[in-house]
Each structure stands twice: as C-alpha cells, then as structure tokens.
Nanobody, 128 residues
Framework: QVQLVEYGGGLVQAGGSLRLTCVAS????????MGWFRQGLGKEREFVAS????????YYAESVKGRFTISRDNAKNTVYLQMNSLKPEDTAVYYC?????????????????????WGQGTQVTVSS
C-alpha cells in the first residue's frame, strides 16, 4: 500500500532549481509532521528539512539553509521542497517521510527513526 509518492527530480546544472513534490495518503499526512531526507551514493541517509503539521514551523540542515524551502498544502495532502542554487554536492536520492500520526507540537525531527512512513525516492543530479 503506497503512502507517499515523490516526483520532480531530474538533472540540472549547478546554480539551477528544482521543486520536489510529495503526495501522501490522508492517513499518513493529516496532522503529521513531514520531512525530506537525501542519500548520496555510498552515504548515509541525511536530514534535509522538516515541517510541522500546520506549516508554521520548519527546520533545515545547515548545508541547505537559505537555498531550500519546505512547504505543505494540507488541502492537497502534499509537501514540497523548493531547491534553489543547487550544487553538485546536492546530488542524491531525495526521500519524503511522514511521522505517520497527528501531532500538534513542534520539533526538529531530524533523525530517520522519528519517521514511520517513507516514499520510494526521487533522483536529483546536479552537474557542474
């Protein structure tokens, strides 16, 4: 049973932009904090950004702060990751994740084990 589906990845030149979209099922999205993670070839999966249930609280990894923006549209069960000023080191598979249950508080949720549902990932490749 598919809960999260990401799309929007692709090949882009350094300095370019991409917007990733994650469409979630109602069960895993409603009231839940959401996050984006990424995993480069041969690397551990790492935190990119997170957003609380209302969209009023967001957190970013230092490496993407000022370049990436996470947002959500609760009416569409969708979370976005706008990526600007892309660098070759941003190349990775990007994963959308959900805490999977309603939670009306704020936290950074920066570790993979804090999320219960994951998408299949979308490849982002930034050429130099």
């Amino acid at each position: 049973q598919v809960q999260l589906v990401e799309y929007g990845g692709g090949l882009v030149q350094a300095g370019g932009s991409l917007r990733l979209t994650c469409v979630a099922s109602e069960r895993t999205f409603s009231g839940s904090a959401m996050g984006w993670f990424r995993q480069g070839l041969g690397k551990e999966r790492e935190f990119v950004a997170s957003i609380n249930w209302s969209g009023g609280s967001t957190y970013y990894a230092e490496s993407v702060k000022g370049r990436f923006t996470i947002s959500r549209d609760n009416a569409k069960n969708t979370v976005y990751l706008q990526m600007n000023s892309l660098k070759p080191e941003d190349t990775a598979v990007y994963y959308c994740a959900s805490r999977g249950f309603p939670e009306f508080r704020s936290s950074s949720w920066q570790t993979t084990y804090e999320y219960g549902d994951w998408g299949q990932g979308t490849q982002v490749t930034v050429s130099s």
